[in-house]
T-cell receptor, first 113, second 115 residues
Framework: SQTIHQWPATLVQPVGSPLSLECTVE??????LYWYRQAAGRGLQLLFY??????ISSEVPQNLSASRPQDRQFILSSKKLLLSDSGFYLC????????????FGPGTRLTVT | DAKTTQPPSMDCAEGRAANLPCNHS???????VYWYRQIHSQGPQYIIH???NNETNEMASLIITEDRKSSTLILPHATLRDTAVYYC????????????????FGTGTRLTIIP
């Protein structure tokens, strides 16, 4: 069966510090991968998606970047965090080509102080 | 994607059926109805989807009206673990691997299961 892992589960970082969040998927090949952010009391905002190694598309301009160094690994990064980067970060995967559901990881709660 | 309207909150007694409504009066012919839920501090969880026929899986049933302008998610025997925010989403699924299957969640219905 497929599983998706995210770490760390929680993170408190000062403004201006770097960020690296990692997501890995097991049990499937060539998944579509997504990074979402959920601010407190708000809906999900898609940040990045990837349909293959090295292929990253950004939905909104922001202080973050994403990379996909391996087929089932997706990394979210920042060189300098802002207070507005605080939120609940979720990684998700899906299989393209007509499959309709996405599967989400447990999330990382980031607080920028 | 078509807009959906859901009640902001609902209560249901434990062991009873929870019926969550969703209005999507502007749905187009090729748009599917999806349901996800999000338990507090966890990632969203896919529940079920359908086009026009009623669907059932191990988690829930989805009833779509004949005109497809509304649907109801049914949790047949609600438990305390079903307390969550439930999201109804209407969209066209991508049929290629070259695009983005972005999900846009509204505010959903906060379902509270009462012991």
């Amino acid at each position: 069966s497929q599983t998706i892992h995210q770490w760390p589960a929680t993170l408190v970082q000062p403004v201006g510090s770097p960020l690296s969040l990692e997501c890995t998927v097991e049990g499937t090949s060539n998944p579509n991968l997504y990074w979402y952010r959920q601010a407190a009391g708000r809906g999900l905002q898609l940040l990045f998606y990837s349909v293959g190694i090295g292929q990253i598309s950004s939905e909104v301009p922001q202080n973050l970047s994403a990379s996909r160094p391996q087929d089932r690994q997706f990394i979210l990064s920042s060189k300098k965090l802002l207070l507005s980067d605080s939120g609940f970060y979720l990684c998700a995967w899906s299989v393209g080509g007509g499959v309709y559901e996405q599967y989400f990881g447990p999330g990382t709660r980031l607080t920028v102080t | 994607d078509a807009k959906t309207t859901q009640p902001p909150s609902m209560d249901c007694a434990e062991g009873r059926a929870a019926n969550l409504p969703c209005n999507h009066s502007t749905i187009s012919g090729n748009e599917y109805v999806y349901w996800y839920r999000q338990i507090h501090s966890q990632g969203p969880q896919y529940i079920i989807h359908g086009l026009k026929n009623n669907e059932t899986n191990e988690m829930a049933s989805l009833i779509i009206t004949e005109d497809r302008k509304s649907s109801t998610l049914i949790l047949p025997h609600a438990t305390l673990r079903d307390t969550a925010v439930y999201y109804c989403i209407v969209r066209v699924p991508l049929l290629s691997n070259f695009g983005n299957e972005k999900l846009t969640f509204g505010t959903g219905t906060r379902l509270t299961i009462i012991p």
